[in-house]
C-alpha cells in the first residue's frame, strides 16, 4: 500500500462544503484543487497496484472522485459561471 493511504486529507471540512456562501471562493479552489490532485495520485495507485490490492485501490480511487466532485459543487455553487 502507497504511503499516500497514511496521509491526511486535505480537503475542506464539511461544514465549508455545506454551507459554500460562508466560504471564501479561493478556499473552495484550494479544496477542488487538493481533491483533483489526490484524485490523480489515487488513480495512479490503482494502477500500479499488485493485484491482490486492486479492490481496495479502486474503492480509494472512487472515493477520492467523490470528494473531488463535491469540492467543484461547492465551488460552482459559490462562483457559478456567467
Do not use: H
Request: net charge negative; charged share 25%; hydrophobic share 45%.
Amino acid at each position: 500500500m502507497s504511503s499516500r493511504a497514511n496521509a491526511t486529507n486535505r480537503v475542506a471540512a464539511l461544514s465549508t462544503i455545506d454551507a459554500p456562501n460562508a466560504a471564501r471562493p479561493i478556499d473552495l479552489w484550494d479544496a477542488w484543487l487538493f481533491a483533483e490532485a489526490d484524485a490523480s495520485l489515487a488513480l495512479g495507485d490503482w494502477s500500479c497496484a499488485a493485484d491482490a490490492e486492486k479492490s481496495d485501490t479502486y474503492a480509494a480511487y472512487r472515493a477520492a472522485l467523490d470528494r473531488e466532485e463535491q469540492a467543484a459543487v461547492a465551488l460552482e455553487r459559490c462562483c457559478p459561471s456567467k
